[in-house]
């Protein structure tokens, strides 16, 4: 098995142990609603864009640095309670590839370019990125 292989099957685990309630129809609300009603420390992923639809609840996996959270179905709509930037992914944990994008903490996402279906955190992935500033000559 490949190391990037067992790094995804110890994320699909690392899935299998969050918190995920889905409140079927009760998320009818506007973008600047989205972060409130999610909640501090959460992150919120709706199956609708502008945050319409199912909602569905998620804390973070805690006492790890790179973990991976499934959809239980897709998703169009995301808010981030959490302290971390965490990345929407157009595919599930054990299928690496596909589109990602960023949600920074404390950001609502009304609508995404494709169907989120996993959530993932790479905390040593992000400390291996310095930023830097172009010079000019």
């Known amino acids: 098995m490949t190391k990037t292989r067992m790094l995804f099957a110890a994320l699909a685990v690392a899935a299998t142990t969050s918190l995920t ?3 079927p129809g009760a998320a009818q ?3 600047n609603s989205a972060l409130a009603r999610c909640g501090s420390g959460r992150f919120c992923n ?3 864009t502008n945050f319409s ?3 569905i609840q998620n804390t973070a996996p805690t ?3 790179v973990w991976c959270v499934n959809m239980p179905t ?3 709509s995301m808010s981030n309670g959490t302290s971390l930037t965490l990345s929407a992914n157009q595919n599930r944990c054990e299928n690496p590839g596909g589109s990602a994008a960023a949600v920074s903490p404390g950001q ?3 609508s995404f370019s494709f169907v989120v279906n996993s959530v993932s955190y790479c905390g040593v992935c992000r400390q291996n ?3 830097t500033t172009p010079t000019t000559d």
């Open 108 to 110: 609502d996402r009304g």
């Open 129 to 131: 990125h310095t930023a």
């Open 63 to 65: 006492g790890t640095s």
């Open 74 to 76: 897709g998703t169009r």
């Open 46 to 48: 709706w199956t609708g």
């Open 29 to 31: 609300a506007d973008g």
């Open 53 to 55: 639809g199912s909602l």
């Open 21 to 23: 309630l889905a409140v």
